[in-house]
């Protein structure tokens, strides 16, 4: 165990010599910056004033020579050797309302949503509760580094946790996911992490948008929603993308919930129909956010908006949010990387 020590205050903590010093903490209770845990955003970059320290991932995408010139280090990554002292600025905002822990996930079902989307559900060892919309870190076995993977389900009791993983060509963590771990087989897991949890206290219609791996924290969000007393009498508008028809999925969970067809809408969309055969897909085509402006426009700035999915759909609905001038308060999304 390492003590790490904050500048400009009597801020400390403890590390564990297996713990990185962003994860620590978190599980400490302290608003230390970060976003994707897996070093490639660099929100956790601190610097080294003191003390010893290693990247657990040695080719992080958000680490460059710049930064190790100037004592950086990303937090997410950084492992101390010695008690280290670290200049950070702690921000409210980050801190955990359920500190993340380690624990052990056991599998005990799977589910396949379309061809290359299957449900993970695993029973944990100890009891870890979690806010709809958050993510865990699995150490899927014979992979290096841990994995990001959002829960796709609601908890009361923190048992279970549920995640909806796409399969990725030649991944290795999904690689094993879909391949090699069978039922009853153990894993790693740590968290909850994520700041784009559902807001209750927010008193406005909701809009999720989801492509292709985004649909778990998404389908999470709408859970609570549906289970939600402080949001009854709005809306949520839930728009699905994927390429083709055989991408599309979530309809049959979200139908489940109360409300679905009265507050809870659905709306899936490809965006590349067939053109020798248009009348496969007689819904909605285009990519989610051309689909989110035509259908709300200025009613945009009104709503509350989480969205989850690959880099480009996530750049794409941030350059929507810029020019629908929506409130950036008003949403909400951890970059999937
Ligand atoms: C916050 C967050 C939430 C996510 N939620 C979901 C989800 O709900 N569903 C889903 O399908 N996907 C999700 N992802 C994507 C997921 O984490 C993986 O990137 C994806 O499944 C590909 O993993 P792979 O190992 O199969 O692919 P690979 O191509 O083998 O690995 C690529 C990914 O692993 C990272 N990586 C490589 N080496 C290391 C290492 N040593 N340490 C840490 N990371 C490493 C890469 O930067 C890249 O992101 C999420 C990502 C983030 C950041
Ligand atoms: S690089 Fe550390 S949180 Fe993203």
Not at 250 to 260: A, I, R, V
């Amino acid at each position: 165990m390492k003590q790490i020590t904050i500048t400009g205050g009597n801020t400390t903590f403890e590390c564990a010599d297996d713990d990185t010093i962003l994860r620590a903490a978190l599980r400490a209770g302290l608003g230390f910056p970060y976003e994707c845990n897996v070093g490639s955003c660099g929100n956790c970059l601190f610097e080294l004033v003191e003390g010893e320290v290693e990247h657990e991932r040695k080719d992080s995408p958000a680490y460059t020579e710049r930064h190790a010139q100037r004592k950086r280090w990303l937090g997410c990554q950084a492992k101390p050797h010695s008690d280290c002292t670290v200049k950070v600025s702690l921000r409210d905002h980050y801190k955990s309302i359920h500190p993340p822990k380690r624990v052990t996930g056991s599998l005990y079902a799977v589910e396949d949503h379309t061809h290359d989307i299957r449900e993970f559900r695993f029973k944990l060892s100890e009891p870890a509760m979690f806010l709809p919309g958050q993510y865990a870190l699995l150490y899927v076995p014979g992979v290096e580094g841990a994995r990001a993977y959002s829960m796709g389900n609601i908890t009361e009791d923190g048992k279970e946790w549920h995640f909806q993983i796409k399969r990725v060509p030649n991944g290795a963590a999904t690689g094993t996911l879909f391949d090699k771990i069978r039922i009853g087989d153990e894993i790693g897991l740590d968290g909850p992490y994520g700041m784009a949890y559902l807001r209750e206290d927010a008193p406005r219609d909701i809009l999720c948008l989801a492509g292709g791996s985004g649909l778990s924290p998404m389908i999470s969000i709408s859970r609570g929603f549906a289970r939600s007393e402080k949001l009854k009498g709005r809306n949520l508008h839930f728009i699905y993308g994927g390429r083709a028809a055989r991408d599309i999925c979530g309809e049959p969970m979200l139908k489940d919930l109360p409300g679905f067809g009265e507050s809870i809408h659905y709306h899936p969309a490809i965006s590349m129909p067939d053109p020798d055969n248009p009348a496969a897909w007689p819904g909605l085509t285009g990519f989610v956010h051309d689909i989110a402006a035509n259908m709300f426009g200025d009613k945009l700035k009104d709503m509350e908006i989480y969205f989850a999915g690959p880099p480009a759909m996530a750049e794409a609905v941030t350059r929507l949010v810029v020019e629908k001038k929506i409130p950036p308060a008003q949403v909400h999304y951890d970059q999937f990387y």
